[in-house]
């Protein structure tokens, strides 16, 4: 069960080696001389992909501001940040241009979660990765103001859109998505849904609603989707998720039943699994080729955490 990319309580997307120096964000004179410096740096972001740069074998995903602009980068830029003192930015790419990459031999436009499983992308900058992923996905989709419908424009270093028209501001939201591992004895319940791999299961989970406390949004998930009642919520860690942008609230609970009523809308399957089902699950060993969630996900920490003594 041990994974050296994401060791136990270090899920993807959860370290964050970035000064995310707000304070810099309201002066568009500094962060504009922060872009023009020969030590910025970018991330840029098609879709679900990123763009990345091919030094012979090799692949960086963190490039200069000039390369960025060379392989078709929208000039406009979210800052994401300083490392080491130097500025890096997030950049979005048109269609157009992302098209034209595919087949280079000096540029990969790859698909970031396949990458970030397989160790391509350093883990370190998956956070960073994630917070310029979610906020190109924010610009690229809310491009006019939702009080009159008028374009708005980007402000305070991409952190806030404001409408020339009627002056709302216009924020980025994170949705908020509680994900638990239900344990009654020594079982716990995992549950599939149609897309995903093969004979995977994971941990349930939902988002949070209107008015709702996580702990009420554990207890009416699992109960929504496979009848099983919950008490004793927990809170272990959270784990951001660039998907457009949520943050996903790692849980366990306590099962008051044991009858599975399963919301076949939301779950092809759902089951209870003993502690030796799961440990051959997540060590891909199971006899029937059942696998737990990837350590990249919050999901298999909380697995892990149910199965390590102590």
């Known amino acids: ?9 270090h899920p993807a997307f959860v370290s964050n080696t970035l000064d995310r120096a707000a304070h810099l964000r309201f002066s568009d004179e500094k962060l504009f001389a922060l872009e023009n410096k020969k030590d910025s740096r970018a991330y840029v972001i098609y879709r679900d992909s990123l763009v990345m740069k091919k030094d012979g074998d090799d692949l960086r995903a963190l490039l200069s501001i000039d ?53 391509i992308v350093p883990p370190e900058q998956l956070s960073a990765i994630a917070q310029a992923k979610s906020m190109v996905s924010w610009h690229q989709r809310h491009g006019f103001c939702a009080n009159c419908g008028a374009k708005s424009s980007m402000a305070e270093g991409g952190w806030k859109r404001v409408c020339p028209s ?4 216009h924020f980025p939201r994170t949705d908020p998505v509680v994900i ?72 366990s609970a306590r099962a008051l039943n044991d009858e599975i009523v399963i919301d076949r809308m939301e779950l092809e399957d759902a089951r209870w699994f003993d502690r ?32 390590t003594p102590g």
């Open 276 to 307: 030796n089902e799961a440990m051959l699950m997540l060590k891909r060993e199971h006899p029937d080729g059942l696998a737990g969630p990837h350590p990249f996900a919050i999901a298999h920490h909380l697995l892990g955490r149910w199965l």
């Open 67 to 119: 390369e960025a602009l060379a392989f078709g980068a929208n000039p406009g830029t979210i800052f994401l940040g300083l490392r080491d003192g130097a500025a890096v930015f997030g950049m979005g790419i048109p269609a157009q241009a992302a098209e034209q990459l595919v087949g280079r031999d000096d540029v990969a436009v790859s698909e970031l979660r396949g990458m970030a499983m397989q160790g």
């Open 166 to 169: 009627c002056k709302t501001e």
């Open 180 to 251: 638990m591992l239900v344990e009654k004895g020594d079982k716990c319940l995992l549950g599939r849904q149609k897309q995903f791999p093969p004979g995977m299961y994971s941990c349930l989970a939902g988002f949070v609603e209107a008015a709702e406390t996580i702990e009420d949004a554990v207890r009416r998930e699992i109960f929504e989707e496979a009848g099983i009642r919950c008490t004793d919520v927990a809170y272990y860690m959270t784990q951001p998720w660039p998907y457009p942008s949520s943050l996903m609230i790692g849980c």
């Open 1 to 9: 069960m041990t994974n050296t990319l994401f060791p136990l309580g």
